[in-house]
């Protein structure tokens, strides 16, 4: 069964400093990956998807995430944290098999706090 | 603009009256789902609708209904609301489920008293 786990669910950054906010799926196929972003009172935004294309996967903000498939992880990294960035993310991962209903499984988030 | 809509934003409502949480998308989305978030739980499915007239449960659709008459339009509705089912609600839809991301309403707040 496909599973996600995002291993923080809290990680306090300093403004400027970098991110890493991590994610280990466990799927039975080849897996679709995705990174959403909740900010406070608002919708959920995609911030990137991987879908078996390039590996290192550029999204939206200056955040990217790298699959890696020996390790089963798909953490989402940003070189340098601002105040905008503090918000909830959450790891997804859908599984495609070809005919069958490609459900979504959700991460239980990780709450991102910059600090000034 | 490309979007989900989703309305009311907030609606507080009283045991056993039935709502209709309406949900719009312009993107000519086959595919649509609603979701239900709760503090610990993360977002659980409670329906999805492959295209008009394809509708089936996700993980918790106790105590809900769907109608996928047209394309763009989604409405879930609860018959006869419970407490139980104060929670956030998203609707999203996406071109084909599980490709390219979904895109999100801004959520319902529903409070049930």
């Known amino acids: 069964a496909q599973s996600v786990t995002q291993l923080d669910s809290h990680v306090s950054v300093s403004e400027g400093t970098p991110v890493l906010l991590r994610c280990n799926y466990s799927?039975?196929?080849?897996?679709?990956l995705f990174w959403y972003v909740q900010h406070p009172n608002k919708g959920l935004q995609l911030l990137l998807k991987?879908?078996?294309?390039a590996t290192l996967v550029k999204g939206i903000n200056g955040f990217e995430a790298e699959f890696k498939k020996s390790e089963t992880s798909f953490h989402l990294t940003k070189p340098s944290a601002h105040m905008s960035d503090a918000a909830e993310y959450f790891c997804v991962v859908s599984d495609r098999r070809a005919g069958n209903n490609r459900k979504l499984i959700w991460g239980l988030g990780t709450s991102l706090a910059v600090n000034p | 603009e490309a979007q989900v809509t989703q309305n009311p934003r907030y609606l507080i409502t009283v045991t056993g009256k039935k709502l209709t949480v309406t949900c719009s998308q312009n993107m000519n989305h086959e595919y649509m789902s609603w979701y239900r978030q709760d503090p610990g739980l993360g977002l659980r499915q409670i329906y999805y609708?492959?295209?008009?007239?394809?509708?089936d449960k996700g993980d918790v659709p106790e105590g809900y209904k769907v109608s996928r008459k047209e394309k763009r339009n989604f409405p879930l509705i609860l018959e006869s609301p419970s407490p139980n089912q104060t929670s956030l609600y998203f609707c999203?839809?996406?071109?084909?489920?599980?490709?390219?991301?979904?895109?999100f309403g801004s959520g319902t707040r529903l409070t049930v008293v």
């Open positions: 799927s039975s196929y080849s897996p679709s």
């Open positions: 991987y879908t078996s294309a």
């Open positions: 999203a839809s996406s071109l084909e489920q599980g490709r390219g991301g979904y895109t």
């Open positions: 609708s492959m295209n008009v007239e394809v509708t």
